[in-house]
T-cell receptor, first 113, second 114 residues
Framework: DAGVIQSPRHEVTEMGQEVTLRCKPI?????LFWYRQTMMRGLELLIY????????DSGMPEDRFSAKMPNASFSTLKIQPSEPRDSAVYFC???????????FGQGTRLTVV | QKEVEQNSGPLSVPEGAIASLNCTYS??????FFWYRQYSGKSPELIMS????GDKEDGRFTAQLNKASQYVSLLIRDSQPSDSATYLC??????????????FGKGTKLSVKP
């Protein structure tokens, strides 16, 4: 398996624009996590899915953020409209049920100017 | 109290020494604990997991868990310059009726000097 795949790797956008980040989890993993990492706040859990269903979205900072998982092999995180304070590295991770480790994608570095 | 707390460091140790990294967590019901290593500009990668009280050893790494004290630690023996990275403590927490919340501390930056 190629691991967790995220795209794009880098995104630079202007304030107010819509941004869509994409994630393909490892096949067979039914948990999917979206994290945001900044120097100030560390690695924050935004939302996670189990079997394509959002379980806990309490970490989503504002209504400008939304996430979907239409099927077991694809998830998106959308920011609309984007703001400079959204600049961060966004990671997607997946894992199997139970107590197994979570595998991370390479991340998307988002810069909003 | 933050859910998972770590000293941010930096922690500096000489090559060959033991590096000791500590973590405390708030949810007494947590059952699964992980240590991830993150090199600068890279994604986190798992190095240790621990589920029971006591010690778990894997090569130069030893994880220690004390659920009564809500404390997890990672010892790195014979530290190498290649161990220089940020070490993230992660706890699988039971929150708001769900069991899959994998919460991370802010990490401790370790620097191993040759």
């Amino acid at each position: 398996d190629a691991g967790v795949i995220q795209s794009p790797r880098h995104e630079v956008t202007e304030m107010g624009q819509e941004v869509t980040l994409r994630c393909k989890p490892i096949s067979g993993h039914d948990y999917l996590f979206w994290y945001r990492q900044t120097m100030m706040r560390g690695l924050e859990l935004l939302i996670y899915f189990n079997n394509n269903v959002p379980i806990d979205d309490s970490g989503m900072p504002e209504d400008r953020f939304s996430a979907k998982m239409p099927n077991a092999s694809f998830s998106t995180l959308k920011i609309q409209p984007s703001e400079p304070r959204d600049s961060a590295v966004y990671f997607c991770a997946s894992r199997t049920p139970g107590e197994a480790e979570a595998f991370f994608g390479q991340g998307t570095r988002l810069t909003v100017v | 109290q933050k859910e998972v707390e770590q000293n941010s460091g930096p922690l500096s140790v000489p090559e060959g020494a033991i590096a000791s990294l500590n973590c405390t967590y708030s949810d007494r019901g947590s059952q699964s604990f992980f240590w991830y290593r993150q090199y600068s500009g890279k994604s986190p990668e798992l190095i240790m997991s621990i589920y029971s009280n006591g010690d778990k050893e894997d090569g130069r790494f030893t994880a220690q868990l004390n659920k009564a004290s809500q404390y997890v630690s990672l010892l790195i023996r014979d530290s190498q310059p290649s161990d220089s990275a940020t070490y993230l403590c992660a706890v699988n927490m039971f929150k708001r009726g769900s069991q899959g919340n994998l919460i991370f501390g802010k990490g401790t930056k370790l620097s191993v000097k040759p």
